[in-house]
């Protein structure tokens, strides 16, 4: 998975308004449903570049991570991670939000009890992500690469 497949993704996720993020979810789920062949094809992407070692080379479980992109102009400023989890990680704080595409891997994941497909948090939300009943691939979308780690 590179930048220039999920550019449009990225283009999109710039003009949403994070403060509420129901109403993200929605216009991403509109405008990317999660059964579409596109989206699909983003976890796919994504799968191949684990099993190659080209994404989530670092940490281990429960939580194997990798940056994509930092924060820059041509992302619209998003920076872009991809996570492979199957339990808790790091208490954290999304001052800017957070919007998250995730795909089961194996088992009945959910994300916070979500689902595979679209979470959003909220400018300001605070969360320990956290995957339970399996294992979920997770793309990471952070405007201003802005995240507060909480001791």
Known sequence: MNLDTIKDLID????LDLSDAKSAKEKLDAEFPFDSER?????ELMRVGVAE?????KGKPPMQYS???????ETNNFSCDAVLMNGAGPNHIHPNGEVDLCFAVDGEPRFDGNEPGWTVYGVGSQHIPTVTGGTMLILYLLPGGA?????
């Open 12 to 15: 999109f996720a710039a003009t």
């Open 39 to 43: 989206v699909q094809q983003w976890g």
């Open 53 to 57: 070692g080209s994404l989530c080379d």
């Open 67 to 73: 940056r994509i992109s930092k924060n820059i102009p």
């Open 147 to 151: 995240l507060e780690f909480v001791k």
